[in-house]
């Protein structure tokens, strides 16, 4: 069974950076695709990055592209979402999902979120 694990959110202020990571089990990750999703009370979940671990190849959410950086260490089964420069706007709860089309695909698997606090 895929299992998803996120880790990393916390409390900070606005210009502040945080390092997320999504860790997968049950998959074999180096041919996979992992989406970072966030949703804030009141809206929709949005999709805001993912990544192709065979390849590298990543795409971004316009409202974060230039801000987060999704990477991925396929030794530890890791993908990582590095976001700088945070707003308020960005406090959500974060999700990954996968392993394939990007967590929308019909086998998607979900972490359990972890919580992005950004205080202005």
């Known amino acids: 069974e895929v299992q998803l694990v996120e880790s990393g959110g916390g409390l900070v202020q606005a210009g502040e950076s945080l390092r997320l990571s999504c860790t997968a089990s049950?998959?074999?990750?180096?041919?996979?695709?992992i989406g970072w999703f966030r949703q804030a009370p009141g809206k929709e979940r949005e999709r805001i990055s993912c990544?192709?671990?065979?390849?590298?190849?990543?795409t971004y959410h316009a409202s974060v592209r230039g801000r987060f950086t999704i990477s991925s260490d396929n030794a530890k089964n890791t993908v990582y979402l590095q976001m700088n420069a945070l707003k308020p706007e960005d406090t959500a709860v974060y999700l990954c999902a996968g392993p394939s089309f990007c967590g929308m695909g019909p086998d998607a698997y979900w972490g359990q979120g972890t919580q992005v606090t950004v205080a202005s």
């Open positions: 049950g998959v074999t990750f180096d041919d996979v695709t």
């Open positions: 990544i192709n671990t065979s390849d590298g190849s990543t």
